[in-house]
């Protein structure tokens, strides 16, 4: 299972991808809001509250130049259909959005990552890279018992 990537060409501003998962909207909204789920495939995180407002934060390894943080505040959240909030990683301020869409089969996930400046092309590629690394993931957490 394998992401389409819609994002457009040329610009570097906004990732698109879409996937079609096999998965009820019910199972997909736990695995992109349950704490001990989104440590297994995104990053590990405490405190996430599906409030408006709300701050929370993403915790991996430190790397040279980066603590690991990435601090988020939620924007909005509608369960089963859509999950936003803001994702800020050192001076990079940007919004994640996921909005799941009922199938025959399961679920239509597609996630946007918008808001990288000009002068953020390499975060842009690493952002690319890395949803796509992060989604694999997913599907393997989508496919066990969670």
Not at 66 to 73: I, M, R
Not at 133 to 143: A, E, K, P, W
Request: with cysteine.
């Amino acid at each position: 299972m394998k992401p389409i990537d819609k994002t457009k060409r040329g610009q570097t501003d906004t990732l698109t991808f879409e996937y079609e998962l096999e998965h009820a909207p019910m199972k997909v909204w736990r695995a992109l809001t349950e704490p001990s789920l989104l440590s297994r495939w995104l990053l590990p995180i405490a405190n996430l509250h599906l409030e408006p407002g709300a701050a929370f934060t993403f915790q991996a390894p430190a790397l040279p130049g980066w603590d690991g943080a990435v601090h988020c505040q939620l924007l909005e959240s509608e369960p089963y259909r859509l999950l936003r909030y803001r994702w800020v990683v050192g001076d990079m301020d940007t919004v994640v959005t996921f909005t799941l869409e009922p199938t025959d089969v399961g679920t239509r996930l597609h996630l946007e990552h918008s808001g990288f400046r000009a002068d953020q092309k390499h975060n842009f590629g690493g952002a690319r890279y890395g949803w796509n690394q992060m989604l694999d993931r997913l599907f393997g957490v989508l496919g066990s018992d969670a």
